[in-house]
């Protein structure tokens, strides 16, 4: 039983890879379930039998994803502002590109908006525990100025600005960043 037990764990995982992917580098309307299949060494109906639909199915593939972006991010150390940009910078350089894919899709599919949703949710909180000392001290709506200024710096839209269009090096990327986190 658990030799099966971890197999379906396997698979699923396989799975999950595999559907990442497709919808990290495609429009969402171009990702074949049947390739995902092909990819994971299954068929499309365990896909269906296991996932039910093409939305469900990337919903938990962002999900599994998004739980390994977030270990890696949650290792930021609060308040030390150079050390947290360059660990927001590792994701953003890693999987910027797939995140800007979705960005791009959320007005016309909704499960891509449900977790864009849910990744700008994720991003505040973790701006607000990981830079909690430079809002220490401050109180309503000043503190939320604060709080909004930090979020909107270290978005991923900045991070785009500043490597990809303006393309600066990554160390001055992260220093005009980490100016604006203290400013």
């Known amino acids: 039983m658990s030799a099966r037990a971890e197999a379906a764990v396997q698979t699923r995982a396989r799975v999950l890879s595999a559907a990442w992917e497709h919808f990290a580098r ?35 593939a962002y999900m599994w994803w998004g739980q390994r972006v977030i270990a890696a991010r949650e290792a930021a150390p609060v308040g030390q502002v150079p050390e947290a940009i360059a660990n927001l910078f590792d994701a953003y350089e890693t999987h910027g590109g797939a995140v800007l894919r979705m960005l791009s899709q959320e007005e016309r599919i909704p499960a891509v908006r449900q977790m864009t949703e849910a990744g700008r949710a994720y991003h505040r909180a973790w701006a ?56």
């Not at 495609?26 to 039910?52: C, K, M, N, W």
């Not at 909004?148 to 269009?165: E, F, M």
């Not at 001055?172 to 960043?177: S, T, W």
Request: charged fraction near 25%; glycine fraction near 6%.
């Open 26 to 60: 495609h429009p969402y309307e171009d990702v074949l379930l049947r390739e995902i299949a092909a990819d994971a060494d299954v068929s499309a109906q365990t896909l269906h039998t296991t996932f039910g639909s093409k939305e469900q199915l990337f919903t938990a």
């Open 128 to 183: 607000q525990k990981t830079f909690a000392p430079q809002l220490h001290g401050l109180r309503g709506a000043t503190r939320e100025r604060r709080l909004s200024a930090i979020v909107v710096a270290t978005d991923l839209l900045v991070w785009k600005l500043l490597r990809r269009d303006m393309g600066l090096e990554r160390a001055e990327a992260e220093r005009i960043v980490g100016e604006m986190v203290v400013a």
